[in-house]
């Protein structure tokens, strides 16, 4: 997993897997995300990010099991 931001753009994009898109959905004018063939989410881009996120707290944690 690859999560990417872009202060230029204000771009946020999270990359689950590196499989071929063979479908994109508009959920509106500000995020898409990517499906693989067999429906499975590759990727999510969400535009205007600071506006819809908070993504000057991003965290991440991982739990051992």
Request: charged letters at 35%; hydrophobic letters at 40%.
């Given at each position: 997993?690859?999560?990417?931001?872009?202060?230029?753009?204000?771009?946020l994009?999270?990359?689950?897997n590196?499989?071929?898109?063979?479908?994109?959905?508009?959920?509106?004018?500000?995020?898409?995300?990517?499906l693989d063939g067999?429906?499975s989410?590759?990727?999510?881009?969400?535009?205007?990010?600071?506006?819809?996120?908070?993504?000057?707290e991003?965290?991440?944690?991982?739990?051992?099991?």
């Open positions: 997993m690859k999560i990417k931001y872009f202060e230029d753009t204000d771009t994009h999270i990359k689950f590196d499989e071929a898109i063979s479908v994109s959905i508009n959920l509106d004018e500000n995020m898409q995300i990517d067999e429906g989410v590759c990727k999510i881009t969400l535009e205007n990010a600071s506006q819809r996120t908070d993504i000057s991003f965290a991440f944690e991982k739990i051992a099991d």
